[in-house]
């Protein structure tokens, strides 16, 4: 199986450039906000969600720890990026489903997901990327992916790229989506 996550970090590194903003909607531990943070450099700015307290400690403390004592982490739901993000963003990042090693019962849920999708289209600049990966392996997980492709699929100042980890129908799935120059 192709590993989505490295595949998502490098097309965040052929767009990324030290100075950017980069938003991880999805904070976990901190893994891709580590990733995205070392894209941007001391100069570039980072902005994070999550709505479990336990990740945003792990993620903090692994920022910190790299010297991104900047980032900026909220405990709120990623469909509040409106609110918080106002300056143009060059990348934003979903990795949905529950955090591994957590509880699995608290998982991202689809009307949030497409708000936060939709407010994300809204700050990114022209040939910034949205990307996504959907898990069609747990409960309700698969619905969500077909409900994001759809979203992004009619995102007309978008072009969409679908990556499936596997040939296997519940394998995981990358969602790159540019914004059109
Ligand atoms: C697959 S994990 C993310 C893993 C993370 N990218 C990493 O590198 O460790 C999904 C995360 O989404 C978070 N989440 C679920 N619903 C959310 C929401 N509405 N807003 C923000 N984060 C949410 C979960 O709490 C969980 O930590």
């Given at each position: 199986m192709i590993r989505l996550t490295e595949?998502?970090?490098?097309?965040?590194?052929?767009?990324?450039r030290p100075g950017d903003m980069v938003v991880d909607a999805t904070v976990g531990?901190?893994?891709?906000?580590?990733?995205?943070?070392?894209?941007?450099?001391?100069?570039?700015?980072?902005?994070?969600?999550?709505?479990?307290p336990d990740a945003l400690f792990a993620a903090r403390q692994r920022?910190?720890?790299?010297?991104?004592?900047?980032?900026?982490?909220?405990?709120d739901d990623h469909r509040k990026i409106a609110e918080f993000v106002t300056d143009p963003v060059?990348?934003?990042?979903?990795?949905?489903?529950?955090?591994?090693?957590g509880n699995k019962s608290i998982t991202t849920r689809v009307d949030s997901t497409l708000d936060a999708i939709g407010a994300a289209a809204q700050v990114?600049?022209?040939?910034?990327?949205?990307t996504v990966i959907g898990y069609r392996g747990h409960a309700g997980g698969a619905a969500?992916?077909?409900?994001?492709?759809?979203?992004?699929?009619?995102?007309?100042?978008?072009?969409?790229?679908?990556?499936p980890g596997s040939e296997s129908p519940?394998?995981?799935v990358l969602f790159v989506a540019a914004k059109r120059d």
């Open positions: 595949l998502a970090h490098e097309r965040w590194r052929a767009v990324l531990n901190g893994h891709d906000t580590l990733v995205l943070a070392r894209l941007v450099g001391p100069t570039g700015r980072v902005i994070g969600f999550d709505i479990q920022l910190d720890d790299a010297g991104f004592l900047d980032a900026r982490l909220y405990f060059r990348v934003v990042c979903f990795n949905l489903g529950y955090l591994p090693g990114l600049v022209p040939g910034g990327l949205i969500e992916t077909d409900a994001v492709r759809d979203q992004l699929n009619s995102m007309v100042e978008f072009a969409v790229e679908k990556i519940v394998s995981p």
